[in-house]
């Protein structure tokens, strides 16, 4: 029965996240939690600086494309 859950993609990429979590916790333990909130606080710090003034993100030499891409990663992702 499970495997006709994951035939639904949306339920197959939540499984993959959730065992990709798993494992980064497994092998990083405590680390791994202080990485994603450290990538949850940059790319909120990242969408403000695009939300108010993108001038200023590509004076830092950023594209804007690139810091849209960056936003909407999950936090696990690098």
Do not use: C, Q, Y
Request: proline fraction near 4%; hydrophobic fraction near 45%; avoid cysteine.
């Amino acid at each position: 029965m499970m495997s006709a859950h994951l035939s639904n993609p949306p339920a197959r990429a939540l499984a993959e996240a959730v065992s990709a979590l798993l494992d980064d916790l497994g092998h990083h333990g405590g680390g791994a939690i202080s990485t994603w909130s450290e990538r949850i606080r940059l790319r909120r710090e990242l969408g403000r600086l695009l939300d108010t003034d993108r001038r200023l993100l590509r004076d830092a030499g950023f594209d804007v494309a690139w810091a849209v891409n960056e936003i909407e990663k999950p936090f696990w992702r690098a």
